[in-house]
């Protein structure tokens, strides 16, 4: 049996894959870059559960001192995606199915709460973004693209989101999403939504063409509530 690469070749991987600090200019990384590159290593499975995280190899790969690492890391155990065991070792976090169960029904409501807040901004252009980015999402799926079906999938919401104007409601939900990201790239590849989803989304915004706000409430909870079940179908089957 191979043996399980080490955090040093994972990240080299990393950023052999365009995703990584090679992808841009080599300087001094920001605090808040450092930590934001560690979070999507961990959430696009760059660095899979159980990784042992060493904040010296972390660094050399970043071009960074340690202090930034090290923040980072306590930061990322406070959000659950790091566990540690103090002055022995750290590591990536195992996925929690439960977290799913858990993260779902908020995002539902949030987006709910966002439709809502929007009000009389839901105009013909934004219908059609909407419209559009379901378009993308229909044309990434039949061609068996998960990570375009992502993008176009994450649009659509985003573009929910972001009518009700309210910088915190949207910066909490991207922060939801992120970390259920994280889950559906491990059952899926990607994305939960499948072909059900460009119908559970064009049911939305036909409501909201129709200037009907509780029609679209309703249908976006459903849309969320059947991407749930799809991956609890997918847990159970494996």
């Not at 080599?26 to 979070?39: D, M, P, T």
């Not at 050399?60 to 923040?71: D, I, Q």
């Not at 022995?88 to 195992?94: C, E, K, N, Y």
């Not at 989803?197 to 059947?226: C, F, K, M």
Request: proline residues 3%; without cysteine.
């Amino acid at each position: 049996m191979d043996r399980p690469l080490t955090a040093s070749e994972l990240l080299a991987n990393a950023v052999a894959q365009g995703t990584g600090p090679a992808a841009t200019p080599r300087r001094a990384l920001l605090r808040e870059e450092v930590y934001a590159q560690i979070r999507t290593w961990i959430v696009e499975g760059l660095l899979p559960a159980n990784t042992r995280l060493r904040d010296l190899e972390i660094a050399e790969a970043l071009g960074v001192s340690r202090t930034p690492v090290r923040e980072a890391i306590r930061r990322l155990e406070d959000e659950g995606l790091v566990v540690a065991e103090a002055s022995r070792w750290t590591r990536v976090a195992p996925i929690d199915t439960g977290t799913a169960d858990r993260l779902y029904p908020i995002v539902w409501t949030l987006e709910r709460l966002a439709i809502e807040l929007a009000g009389d901004r839901w105009d013909a252009e934004r219908v059609a973004g909407l419209r559009a980015a379901n378009e993308q999402l229909a044309a990434a799926l039949e061609a068996g693209d998960a990570r375009g079906a992502s993008a176009a999938d994450t649009t659509f919401h985003r573009r929910l989101v972001t009518a009700a104007e309210n910088r915190e409601l949207t910066d909490t939900l991207d922060d939801l999403k992120l970390r259920l990201r994280r889950i559906e790239i491990a059952y899926f590849g990607g994305t939960a939504a499948g072909e059900r989803s460009v119908e559970e989304h064009a049911r939305v915004v036909d409501a909201l063409a129709a200037g009907d706000i509780a029609g679209a409430q309703s249908e976006v909870e459903r849309n969320w509530r059947e991407s749930l079940a799809r991956l609890q179908r997918r847990q159970i089957s494996r």
